[in-house]
């Protein structure tokens, strides 16, 4: 019964995602990389090689603009800053880039009208954590163990930043990467990588590969790569610190949806999202994810692991690194009052006996970051088809087939009856 | 048919041939008396380690699976390979198997050739793991594969002839739940003899020997066989069993004039079992994913099958045996296995429940599936009727195992549960239509066990 409930909910949902596109006007996107930088810090970078990176991706509606604020300085955060469909942002490079907080405050301001809910999501830390238990998910190791040498912080902050760039095939994109070098006889060689991708469209489809998340006009596509990473413990894991900024007075809430059905990503029935504005999601900002991530850059369903995302905290104790982000840029000190409301979670990579990230140094993880309804994976016409072909066929044979057969069966009894008949009759004539 | 002629050609048997043969010291005894039960059921026991070694060494490279890529220094792909080089032949080989015991060899000399293949098949993939050639392994495992299934078909037909008209239904469970006891014993055994051998060995060498000590069983079963052809020589003498006539010439063409029930029996067959063992292959992420399973608990839930299946089969081929209605049961396994892959698709129901019920299921159809071949078949057919019907179902497992690695690739678990549902519809189906066929040709296949005693004329068409 409770499976008829929630296809009977998906079918609503299909409804609702129907008509919402049909009133929904498009928006036009456009992306520009590191916006009005008049420093040396973006164009040529710091001394030590690292770069100031700022992605602006402006996608504007007919009611409202939203405005994604990507960037790496401090750690990297997504500021979603919903306005009026006219508004601009302007960046104030040297005060961006400033030590002083004070003066950080406010580097990004916004011409026109703030419309409700803005938010952001920051990734505060990388870590690494020794699994010795097997245990895939870092809650075991991280909390209350202050002098645990079974974690390792790597710091965002600290990583050197290659210069944002588009990707292949999507003006509206942005490529944040940390490459890391190793030197081979005296030639350096790129030999791992960690980077975050975004994609923006202004239609509405799905990732090309695994796990297929929707993407639609009022999202980001987001990759987070990990890949050949060289790992300090002999069980290493790795697990993101991420904090969502909710400027709604609604806690920021984890939401888990289960579904039967798996044909968008085998293998996977659940679905997170993290709305800035649990009680009425349209309204709110969102994270959503699947809990699977991909250990080959193939993305089959055998490279397939789990994203643990119990972990759950109230994301003020991370408080000195969202004073780094771009959202501390832009909400200035308004980011620890009362009129904004975080909570925290990290994202641990990995399952249960699945090798630990040395099997194979690769991990790669995909979310979407929007505002409004997140997605809902809908059953499509193409499984109620095969539903329907697959079990009402044979259904439809037994059912005639049993309908012949009783009704030959009596018929067979009614001519037993008259030969019966037509027998004694007989006899007596004879 | 009173009960007066049921006792009687029994009765002037014994004693109206003046030839019956003396038995005496232990060959009179209970024990060694071919005309009595507990010989039989002596017999039974190395009827089921005939194949006990085949089973045994068949899951040798998963129950080493991490040691033996890491030693040959193989891919996964060139490991999967050493169970393609056995299941692939076997599409075609083992019907050749079945012809071959009813034309050629007999069912003891057959045993005791297939017997023979296996374990060279054995020795030589161990030889080829001592000499780190994957080549030869999996030549070996391509000789051991032609004798592996041609014994199975070897061990049913003489479970049938010796035991037809008796415990078959229970036999053929028994069987069943030996085959599933050699692979258990194999995955539990093979890793502490590798490590006892590591030792003294290092690397492929060390799998080498360990591979060796699965030969060992292998030359075990060879004696099974050997002993096994003993006592059925001894039994035909004694009992006067028919011999084959020359003039009934086996020819491959015979196949033509197999009954509809037999072929609709290989549908039953092939359509169940694409349903429950492609699926138990590919279950672990489902278990994993969708309930939420640890990788070890999902690990049980998925061989819940197969050790249920060990326990339950001869019980349930015992209770098929005195109720007989072979079809009621057979129907009753499809519909309950039916009722559990739609569960595990369309609900979160804990899959323990359902698993369990399926391998109750899937108990249910083994023991009384396979014995009704031997209703509806020629007892001098019988090694090719079985030869096909493992065949078939040699070919569909292959087949579906592929289509349904893609399906779950491409479109996920539930439209491969709808995938396996259908299958499950057919094989339905098939049931539905042999219980008509039979009921038009007289209702043999469902009798229950007391109609059946009361007829006894019919049973075994000689």
New interface residues.
Partial sequence: M??ACIVKMKFVSVLLVFSYFATANGRKITTVLNPDCDVPECTAGYKNGSYANIAHIKAVGSEDTLHYVISTIGVPSVLVIRSDPTSSLNFNWTNLLSDNATERSGSITLNGKALKNSFAVVFTELIEYNDVDDKATIASYFHGDTKSTNYTIHDFGEMMWSQVVTAPGNKNSAVFNYTIFKNDSNVEKPEASLSFTFNAYDNTGRQSVLPKMEYNMNNTLLDLLLNNLTVLYEKSRFSVGVVMIGTSQDKPDITET?S???????????MFDWSTKPSSKEDGGYLEWKP?CYTSSSR??LS?T?VNSDDRTDGMHQKHYLERSVAYSYFGDKLFSTEVVTSGTNMSFG????GFYVKKNYTVWSATIGHGAPPQDAISI??IG??SA??G???V??LF??IF?IVKKHMAKKDQVMRNFSNSYSQINS | MGSEEEKKPLLDHVQDDDEEEELSDCGGSLACNPRRGLHRYLVLIIMCFLSFGSYFCYDNPAALQDTMIKDLNINESTFMGFYSWYSWPNVILCFFGGFLIDKLFGVRLGAIIFSLFVTVGQVIFATGAMFNSPIIMDAGRFVFGIGGESLAVAQNTYAVKWFQGRELNMVFGLQLSFSRVGSTVNMNVMHPIYKAINAALDGYKCLGVALYVGAGMCIFSLFCALSLAYFDKRADRVLKRKVLSSDEKIRITDVKEFPLTFWLISVICVAYYVAVFPFVGLGL??F???FGF???LANSVNSLVYIISAGASPLFGFLIDKSGKNIFWVITGILSTLGCHAVL????INPFVAMSIMGLAYSILASALWPMVSLVVKSNQLGTAYGIMQAIQNLGLAVISLVAGII????????LE??F??WL??A??AA?LLY?VDASRGGLLNLSSRQRHNKPDDLGVN
């Fill in positions: 409770a499976s289960r039967l059905d798996d044909e968008y990503t085998p293998g996977v029935f659940k699977i089959n369903r397939g789990y399952l249960t006996q699945d193409l499984v095969v539903i697959g079990l066929l044979p259904v044979i037994i087939g049993g057969v | 992420v489902f994993e994913m969708k640890t990788p070890t698709a369309f609900t979160f779950v690739d491409s479109k996920g678990y539930l439209i709808v995938f549902l259908a519809c057919l339905l189906i539905v008509l």
